[in-house]
């Protein structure tokens, strides 16, 4: 469905991705791991538009994306839960969620899939009219992961769901990824937390300054010696 | 680096609270000492306040209404701010032409003091409309000259460019005037004040004493509320008008969203400028004179009001416009119309320094 | 076409404007610049095996600008001139005479640059140094001698360099964009007035009263460029630019209106300063005159029209201004302007005083700003507000900015290409502009609305504004470097540029590896 060729992205002059190619499957769920810096967020900022690669070629479903703007490419039907979570912090619940479907003029798909993310993060139905800034974490977690699902994307990109939260939450969160996945929605999703990624992911990739160092299934890479020794804190 | 201890550091002896407070009235103090000198003159306000208590009601009536103009062009410097964090150096430019364009299709139509009120009203609708256009259509070519491919570069560079845009606006302004074998309602002089006929009905609706209110002055209020009004709603509840609140609130978080951001942002200053030109419009009938150089005066207002406000913050802009209306209009009649100018930029400085946020402002910037 | 030719065809035709304007006697002079011009332009892009081929190479740049600047007199005299009803006197012959002069001139020139930038670096800057300085020394006696009465505006156009160089500190070292610059050149300038003039009673009449106040006046607006820079230390860029031009417009104001100056204290009533009759401080509108001149021993006072000891005067505070930056440029305050230009919190963490950076940076663009102002006043022997107003402010920045943010040498550049344009050139392009209307084109036009319209509209010095507005505009957009950049300034623009194309731009790329 999505296949990165040797992508190379730099800012300004310093190349942070230095030749990334993989590959997501329909139905997948694919997750990226690797440390701080390594270069995961570039790589789903570079998917999504809003970085350039300088060279490689990204297709999805056979189109090319690095030539499009950020909001073809949302049409096209990748949406993303970005780092940060990046919620609007002046707009409500509500119309944070209205904004993710923003792309599509379908007004009965669209109160279909409130529904659906309402009913994943029922949480947020409680606070629909409340502005997202005063969200917790978590909250804003799932608004923004609920906000992706808005725009009913074929491919969703998950950045670093469990910054910041509780472990129970995190718990939730990736157990909320499997059930979106199992809807039928394929997840790209990249992550610090390798042990809960890697539990969940079908395939797995490792990303180390730049470079696909590791891939492999998810089990596997589990049980693999250098994942478990550089990512899964053992000795 | 902040000293945030409880030590307290050896040679200052006083507490901050302690040391702002001094601050203050220090300052306070040389305002009172200096301030004569700019029309501030305390005793002599009182007593003439005191002495004739209706004028002051009749200064707060026209700031009010000139406050109500201000408001909209503030309304222009907050849009553009809260979704590009650009001082639209040649807003007030914008807005100084698009009077000139008023007058030019009054001109134009033959309509003035003599003709109908029918006449008159279709008149003066027609002149909005092509107001309204020609600001909209001027500031957003504006943007997409000279400002967009800047938006990468270093803070200053558009800034700059703004200014420069503003110059070449005002040389325009000053051709335009100078257009007497086209427009022979521009008068003899190039750089003259052009005269606007008097269309707005003069009949008074409430008068005591030196308070006149007539119904030119309640058109113009009602007409700049409503138009703000207007925007409000739009930026509210329209598609475009909650793109343009994320856009503002998050621009890569917008772009996740499917918004076309730079349609967004050419949107934005095409509203921007279609209310330069209801004020231009507004500013030629209600005060009956128009010259290439008002930008200065009125941008400097205009932002003053919507810094004041909460840059950003189109509430805010409003309260700002109609606050910065009312002080202009005090310090015109109780300290020096000369110093009137000098006084609200006072006001920009104290402000920035102090409240940088401005009245409504949130931390970040806000729209709504 | 050879490289010689090629510069020396550029280096011409900026010079044929020129001539085109002002006629043959201007030749001589651009003869000399256009020569010298295109040998440096050309040395700048050719390797030469040696310093004959260097010499002759420089002769050739130099004699094919001179020999456009000889068409350039001819197309004036015999083309122009008669279009604006002033058919020039001479003979042909004498306008072919000039025209050689002009071309032996430019030969000479770039030949003798040409020997120059053949020897080692350090005989290399002085010869070309020597050459500069033995130009700007005898250049008011040249222009005396062929009467082509530049002087007067040059010197002018120098005191605004001044200020160039001035506010280059403030916006090309330190980086903060002030607006209002014009505000402390009126403080100098009324701190000078004040003193050597009768407006407050003053008028020190010491013959060497020039000398101290000018100094004084310098110190005055330092004080006020600590003053008026305190408050903007808070404020980012473009707020910064806000305040400033606040600042800018408030005190034009200020002056403008402190003519009744009486100051009570406020709570008792006591009467401070004007009691008896308030000061009339600045003379409002109609300004402060006459101002004294100064005095040297051996020159005697300095007169209105005697150009020569203005022209050094105003050449030796340049010469001063340069070295003093200079050497802030070099010196620690240097550096730290340039690491808080570069990154404010970077900076503040590696142990620099922002706070102290950033007042010294507009007290010291002050201070020059001052040396300035109080030229003026003297040299023009009357000041007023309307001097002072935000378009100067604008102009000094186009200056810094069309030259090159940081760089001197930029600077003075650009100061130069746009005073001259604005004080020279352009008044007399509207002179000659209305004669050629008045001798060859109005008279040809019927309708006598559509005649006045003409005559009063088609005015290129009605189009100031414009033209500054759009160098603004053009410079930022195309070269927001300036002419001669500072080779850390083009990688910060660019570096931003590259940035963005990465993000923005729907390029080809390029093949997969």
Same mark, same amino acid.
């Given at each position: 469905?999505?296949?990165?060729?040797?992508?190379?992205?730099?800012?300004?002059?310093?190349?942070?991705?230095?030749?990334?190619?993989?590959?997501?499957?329909q139905?997948?769920?694919?997750?990226?791991?690797?440390?701080?810096?390594?270069?995961?967020?570039?790589?789903?900022?570079?998917?999504?538009?809003?970085?350039?690669?300088?060279?490689?070629?990204?297709?999805?479903?056979?189109?090319a994306?690095?030539?499009?703007?950020?909001?073809?490419?949302?049409r096209?039907?990748?949406?993303?839960?970005?780092?940060?979570?990046?919620?609007?912090?002046?707009?409500?619940?509500?119309?944070?969620?209205?904004?993710?479907?923003?792309?599509?003029?379908?007004?009965?798909?669209?109160?279909?899939?409130?529904?659906?993310?309402l009913?994943?993060?029922?949480?947020?139905?409680?606070?629909?009219?409340?502005?997202?800034?005063?969200?917790?974490?978590?909250?804003?977690?799932?608004?923004?992961?609920?906000?992706?699902?808005?725009?009913?994307?074929?491919?969703?990109?998950?950045?670093?769901?469990?910054?910041?939260?509780?472990?129970?939450?995190?718990?939730?969160i990736?157990?909320?990824?499997?059930?979106?996945?199992e809807?039928?929605?394929?997840?790209?999703?990249?992550?610090?937390?390798?042990?809960?990624?890697?539990?969940?992911?079908?395939?797995?990739?490792?990303?180390?300054?730049?470079?696909?160092?590791?891939?492999d299934?998810g089990?596997?890479?589990?049980?693999?010696?250098?994942?478990?020794?550089?990512?899964?804190?053992?000795? | 680096?902040?000293?945030?201890?409880?030590?307290?550091?050896?040679?200052?002896?006083?507490?901050?609270?302690a040391?702002?407070?001094?601050?203050?009235?220090?300052?306070? !103090?040389? %305002?009172?000492?200096?301030?004569?000198?700019?029309?501030?003159?305390?005793?002599?306000?009182?007593q003439?306040?005191?002495?004739?208590?209706?004028?002051?009601?009749?200064?707060?009536? %026209?700031?009010?209404?000139?406050?109500?103009?201000?408001?909209?062009?503030?309304?222009?410097?907050?849009?553009?701010?809260?979704?590009?964090?650009?001082?639209?150096?040649?807003?007030a430019? %914008?807005?100084?032409?698009?009077?000139?364009?008023?007058?030019?299709?009054?001109?134009?139509?033959?309509?003035?003091?003599?003709?109908?009120?029918?006449?008159?009203?279709?008149?003066?609708?027609?002149?909005?409309?092509?107001?309204?256009?020609?600001?909209?259509?001027?500031?957003?070519?504006?943007?997409?000259?000279?400002?967009?491919?800047?938006?990468?570069?270093?803070?200053?560079?558009?800034?700059?460019?703004?200014?420069?845009?503003?110059?070449?606006?005002?040389?325009?302004?000053?051709?335009?005037?100078?257009?007497r074998?086209?427009?022979p309602?521009?008068?003899?002089?190039?750089?003259?004040?052009?005269?606007?006929?008097?269309?707005?009905?003069?009949?008074?609706?409430?008068?005591?004493?030196?308070?006149?209110?007539r119904?030119?002055? &309640?058109?113009?209020?009602?007409?700049?509320?409503?138009?703000?009004?207007?925007?409000?709603?739009?930026?509210? !509840?329209?598609?475009?008008?909650?793109?343009?609140?994320?856009?503002?609130?998050?621009?890569?978080?917008?772009k996740?969203?499917?918004?076309?951001?730079?349609?967004?942002?050419?949107?934005?200053?095409?509203?921007?400028?279609?209310?330069?030109?209801?004020?231009?419009?507004?500013?030629?009938?209600?005060n009956?004179?128009?010259?290439?150089?008002?930008?200065?005066?009125?941008g400097?207002?205009?932002?003053?009001?919507?810094?004041?406000?909460?840059?950003?913050?189109?509430?805010?802009?409003?309260?700002?416009?109609? &606050?910065?209306?009312?002080?202009?209009a005090?310090?015109?009649?109780?300290?020096?119309?000369?110093?009137?100018?000098?006084?609200?930029?006072?006001?920009?400085?104290?402000?920035?320094?102090f409240?940088?946020?401005?009245? &409504?402002?949130?931390?970040?910037?806000e729209?709504? | 076409?050879?490289?010689?030719?090629?510069?020396?065809?550029?280096?011409?035709?900026?010079?044929?404007?020129?001539?085109?304007?002002?006629?043959?006697?201007?030749?001589?002079?651009?003869?000399?610049?256009?020569?010298?011009?295109?040998?440096?332009?050309?040395?700048?892009?050719?390797?030469?095996?040696?310093?004959?081929?260097?010499?002759?190479?420089?002769?050739?740049?130099?004699?094919?600008a001179?020999?456009?600047?000889?068409?350039?007199?001819?197309?004036?005299?015999?083309?122009?001139?008669?279009?604006?009803?002033?058919?020039?006197?001479t003979?042909?012959?004498?306008?072919?005479?000039?025209?050689?002069?002009?071309?032996?001139?430019?030969?000479?020139?770039?030949?003798?640059?040409?020997?120059?930038?053949?020897?080692?670096?350090?005989?290399?800057?002085?010869?070309?140094?020597?050459?500069?300085?033995?130009?700007?020394?005898?250049?008011?006696?040249l222009?005396?001698?062929?009467?082509?009465?530049?002087?007067?505006?040059?010197?002018?156009?120098?005191?605004?360099?001044?200020?160039?160089?001035?506010?280059?500190?403030?916006?090309?070292? $330190?980086?903060?964009?002030?607006?209002?610059?014009?505000?402390?050149?009126?403080?100098?300038?009324?701190?000078?007035?004040?003193?050597?003039?009768?407006?407050?009673?003053?008028?020190?009449?010491?013959?060497?009263?020039?000398?101290?106040?000018?100094?004084?006046?310098?110190?005055?607006?330092?004080?006020?460029?600590?003053?008026?820079?305190?408050?903007?230390?808070?404020?980012?860029?473009?707020?910064?630019?806000?305040?400033?031009?606040?600042?800018?417009?408030?005190?034009?104001?200020?002056?403008?209106?402190?003519?009744?100056?009486?100051?009570?204290e406020?709570?008792?009533?006591?009467?401070?300063?004007?009691?008896?009759?308030?000061?009339?401080?600045?003379?409002g509108?109609?300004?402060?005159?006459?101002?004294?001149?100064?005095?040297?021993?051996?020159?005697?006072?300095?007169?209105?029209?005697?150009?020569?000891?203005?022209?050094?005067l105003?050449?030796?505070?340049?010469?001063?201004?340069?070295?003093?930056?200079?050497?802030?440029?070099?010196?620690?305050?240097?550096?730290?302007?340039t690491?808080?230009?570069?990154?404010?919190?970077? $900076?503040?963490?590696?142990?620099?005083?922002?706070?102290?950076?950033?007042?010294?940076?507009?007290?010291?663009?002050?201070?020059?700003?001052?040396?300035?102002?109080?030229?003026?006043?003297?040299?023009?022997?009357?000041?007023?507000?309307?001097?002072?107003?935000?378009?100067?402010?604008?102009?000094?920045?186009?200056?810094?900015?069309?030259?090159?943010?940081?760089?001197?040498?930029?600077?003075?550049?650009?100061?130069?290409?746009?005073?001259?344009?604005?004080?020279?050139?352009?008044?007399?392009?509207?002179?000659?502009?209305?004669?050629?209307?008045?001798?060859?084109?109005?008279?040809?036009?019927?309708?006598?609305?559509?005649?006045?319209?003409?005559?009063?509209?088609?005015?290129?010095?009605?189009?100031?504004?414009?033209?500054?507005?759009?160098?603004?505009?053009?410079?930022?957009?195309?070269?927001?470097?300036?002419?001669?950049?500072?080779?850390?300034?083009?990688a910060?623009?660019?570096?931003?540029?590259?940035?963005?194309?990465?993000?923005?731009?729907?390029?080809?790329?390029?093949?997969?590896?």
């Amino acid at each position: 469905m999505l296949e990165l060729r040797d992508v190379q992205t730099y800012y300004g002059n310093i190349q942070a991705l230095k030749g990334i190619s993989l590959k997501v499957n329909q139905g997948e769920v694919v997750t990226l791991i690797g440390s701080n810096g390594a270069g995961k967020t570039t790589t789903l900022r570079t998917i999504q538009g809003l970085n350039r690669p300088r060279y490689g070629t990204i297709l999805f479903e056979g189109k090319a994306l690095e030539t499009l703007p950020t909001d073809t490419i949302v049409r096209l039907g990748i949406s993303q839960s970005p780092e940060g979570r990046l919620v609007f912090p002046r707009m409500t619940v509500r119309e944070n969620l209205e904004m993710g479907a923003f792309s599509r003029s379908d007004k009965e798909g669209i109160a279909q899939d409130m529904e659906r993310a309402l009913n994943l993060f029922p949480r947020l139905r409680e606070r629909l009219a409340q502005k997202a800034g005063t969200l917790s974490g978590g909250e804003q977690q799932m608004l923004a992961i609920g906000r992706a699902l808005m725009a009913r994307p074929r491919l969703l990109l998950l950045d670093e769901p469990s910054m910041g939260l509780a472990p129970m939450l995190v718990e939730q969160i990736f157990q909320t990824v499997i059930e979106i996945n199992e809807q039928g929605t394929t997840v790209l999703l990249v992550e610090q937390n390798a042990r809960m990624a890697l539990a969940v992911a079908d395939r797995g990739y490792v990303l180390q300054t730049g470079r696909i160092v590791l891939e492999d299934t998810g089990p596997n890479l589990l049980r693999s010696e250098t994942v478990r020794k550089a990512y899964l804190g053992e000795h | 680096m902040a000293t945030t201890s409880p030590t307290v550091r050896t040679g200052s002896a006083l507490p901050r609270w302690a040391r702002n407070l001094a601050l203050t009235l220090l300052i306070l !103090y040389i %305002v009172l000492l200096v301030g004569p000198i700019a029309g501030l003159d305390a005793p002599r306000i009182w007593q003439s306040i005191a002495a004739e208590p209706k004028t002051l009601v009749q200064v707060a009536l %026209v700031g009010l209404a000139n406050g109500s103009i201000i408001a909209i062009i503030a309304l222009g410097y907050t849009l553009v701010y809260g979704i590009i964090e650009l001082i639209n150096f040649a807003h007030a430019d %914008v807005f100084m032409l698009t009077a000139f364009m008023s007058l030019t299709v009054l001109g134009a139509i033959g309509v003035d003091q003599k003709s109908s009120s029918g006449q008159i009203f279709v008149g003066v609708l027609v002149a909005l409309v092509v107001a309204v256009l020609f600001g909209a259509l001027l500031n957003a070519s504006i943007e997409r000259l000279a400002y967009r491919r800047l938006r990468n570069a270093p803070r200053l560079a558009p800034l700059i460019s703004a200014i420069g845009v503003s110059f070449i606006l005002q040389n325009l302004g000053l051709f335009w005037g100078g257009l007497r074998i086209i427009f022979p309602v521009m008068g003899v002089n190039a750089a003259a004040p052009k005269t606007f006929p008097q269309l707005l009905p003069e009949g008074i609706l409430f008068q005591d004493g030196p308070i006149i209110f007539r119904q030119k002055d &309640l058109i113009i209020i009602l007409a700049s509320v409503a138009f703000m009004i207007a925007l409000r709603l739009f930026v509210q !509840y329209t598609r475009l008008g909650k793109a343009m609140r994320a856009t503002a609130q998050n621009r890569d978080a917008a772009k996740i969203m499917g918004i076309n951001v730079d349609t967004v942002i050419a949107f934005t200053f095409l509203l921007g400028g279609g209310l330069a030109g209801v004020a231009g419009l507004l500013v030629g009938l209600y005060n009956g004179t128009i010259v290439f150089n008002m930008g200065l005066t009125a941008g400097l207002r205009a932002f003053t009001a919507a810094v004041l406000g909460g840059i950003g913050n189109i509430t805010g802009a409003m309260l700002g416009g109609f &606050l910065i209306g009312l002080l202009a209009a005090f310090s015109d009649v109780y300290f020096s119309s000369r110093w009137t100018n000098a006084w609200v930029f006072a006001i920009l400085v104290v402000i920035l320094i102090f409240r940088p946020l401005g009245l &409504l402002g949130e931390a970040g910037g806000e729209k709504a | 076409m050879s490289p010689a030719v090629r510069t020396g065809i550029s280096a011409g035709l900026l010079a044929v404007v020129v001539v085109l304007l002002f006629g043959n006697l201007s030749g001589v002079v651009l003869g000399l610049l256009a020569g010298a011009g295109a040998a440096i332009l050309l040395d700048s892009r050719v390797e030469w095996p040696n310093r004959n081929a260097a010499i002759v190479g420089g002769a050739t740049a130099g004699a094919v600008a001179g020999l456009l600047i000889l068409v350039g007199q001819f197309i004036h005299d015999l083309f122009l001139m008669p279009l604006a009803g002033q058919p020039v006197a001479t003979a042909p012959g004498s306008t072919l005479q000039a025209g050689l002069i002009a071309v032996v001139l430019a030969a000479l020139a770039g030949a003798a640059v040409g020997a120059i930038v053949t020897q080692a670096e350090r005989p290399r800057q002085l010869g070309l140094l020597g050459l500069l300085v033995a130009f700007v020394i005898l250049f008011p006696f040249l222009d005396q001698q062929i009467q082509l009465g530049w002087t007067p505006t040059v010197i002018s156009v120098l005191i605004y360099v001044v200020l160039a160089l001035g506010l280059n500190i403030v916006v090309g070292y $330190a980086g903060l964009l002030d607006l209002g610059y014009a505000a402390f050149f009126a403080i100098g300038a009324y701190t000078t007035g004040l003193l050597l003039s009768p407006q407050i009673g003053i008028n020190w009449d010491h013959p060497l009263s020039f000398w101290l106040v000018i100094w004084i006046a310098a110190a005055v607006a330092g004080l006020f460029g600590l003053i008026l820079g305190a408050p903007t230390l808070p404020l980012r860029g473009d707020y910064l630019a806000i305040v400033t031009l606040g600042f800018g417009e408030i005190v034009p104001i200020v002056f403008r209106n402190l003519t009744r100056v009486e100051i009570k204290e406020p709570f008792t009533g006591t009467c401070l300063i004007g009691c008896d009759k308030a000061i009339n401080l600045t003379g409002g509108e109609a300004g402060i005159n006459p101002i004294s001149h100064p005095w040297l021993p051996l020159v005697g006072q300095f007169r209105t029209g005697q150009d020569l000891p203005w022209y050094f005067l105003i050449v030796a505070i340049i010469a001063l201004t340069i070295f003093l930056i200079s050497r802030l440029r070099n010196s620690r305050l240097g550096r730290a302007w340039t690491a808080m230009r570069e990154d404010e919190l970077a $900076a503040s963490s590696m142990g620099i005083d922002i706070v102290r950076t950033k007042l010294l940076a507009f007290a010291m663009g002050a201070t020059f700003s001052g040396f300035g102002g109080a030229f003026f006043a003297s040299y023009i022997s009357a000041i007023f507000p309307g001097v002072f107003d935000f378009s100067v402010s604008v102009i000094i920045l186009c200056m810094v900015i069309l030259g090159g943010l940081g760089n001197i040498t930029g600077v003075i550049l650009g100061g130069l290409i746009i005073m001259m344009s604005d004080r020279l050139f352009l008044p007399q392009l509207a002179t000659l502009v209305k004669n050629i209307l008045n001798t060859s084109v109005l008279p040809t036009i019927a309708d006598p609305a559509m005649k006045d319209f003409v005559a009063t509209s088609v005015d290129p010095s009605q189009f100031r504004l414009l033209l500054f507005g759009l160098t603004l505009v053009i410079m930022m957009l195309v070269r927001p470097e300036g002419l001669i950049p500072n080779v850390r300034r083009r990688a910060e623009f660019h570096e931003a540029e590259a940035g963005a194309e990465a993000t923005v731009a729907t390029e080809a790329k390029a093949p997969a590896k």
